[in-house]
């Protein structure tokens, strides 16, 4: 089993409720979207070039991303591409809006995933693994391809082992919640 695998199927054991999936195509983008608004206000130069934290937090994603998987890798430049101007355009809002826009998107998302959540009645997957927050995204991207039929043979290794990775984590819930309440 690839990395990538092992950890889309880790990530996947704790969303496999269609209407959680779908709450994560709308909460993830707005989550993404609101920390590269909050990073990219902050701003410095490096050899006469213009840095921000936005720009760092996406290379460092990128390169993640890409050492997991190449198509998935690049798919995640072309998408962060595409979200970072606008990242930057409300980074440069007043500060007072700035922080009302950024915090609106990221609380927004937020409840959108916990709604997900709600009705896979399971915890988000960062709560058990802080890995969950980086791969959330590439978990979107990687849904949204098998959606529209490509990398079907990806798919059923991660579905195979989120499958076994949820029957593990119901039983041994189950297991301890029994145990715990034989022992006064």
Not at 122 to 131: C, E, G, Q, W
Request: net charge positive; with cysteine.
């Amino acid at each position: 089993m690839t990395r990538l695998e092992s950890l889309l199927g880790q990530y996947a054991a704790y969303h496999l409720d269609r209407k959680n999936v779908f709450s994560h195509f709308i909460g993830i983008p707005l989550i993404v979207f609101s920390i590269l608004c909050f990073a990219a206000k902050a701003q410095f130069t490096v050899a006469g070039y213009s840095i921000d934290l936005a720009m760092l937090l996406i290379v460092a994603s990128v390169i993640y991303y890409l050492s997991l998987d190449l198509i998935f890798g690049v798919v995640m430049a072309v998408l962060f591409a595409l979200i970072y101007q606008p990242a930057t355009q409300v980074a440069a809002l007043e500060t007072s809006s700035w922080v009302l826009v950024s915090a609106g998107f990221f609380i927004v998302g937020w409840i959108i995933q916990f709604i997900g959540h709600y009705y896979e009645k399971k915890k988000p997957a960062f709560v058990d693994d802080l890995v969950g927050l980086a791969i959330g995204p590439l978990f979107v991207v990687a849904e949204f391809i098998f959606l529209i039929g490509l990398r079907k043979k990806l798919e059923e290794k991660v579905l195979v082992r989120a499958k076994q990775l949820r029957y593990d984590m119901d039983h041994k819930h189950v297991n301890h919640s029994s145990t715990s309440t034989q022992n006064p």
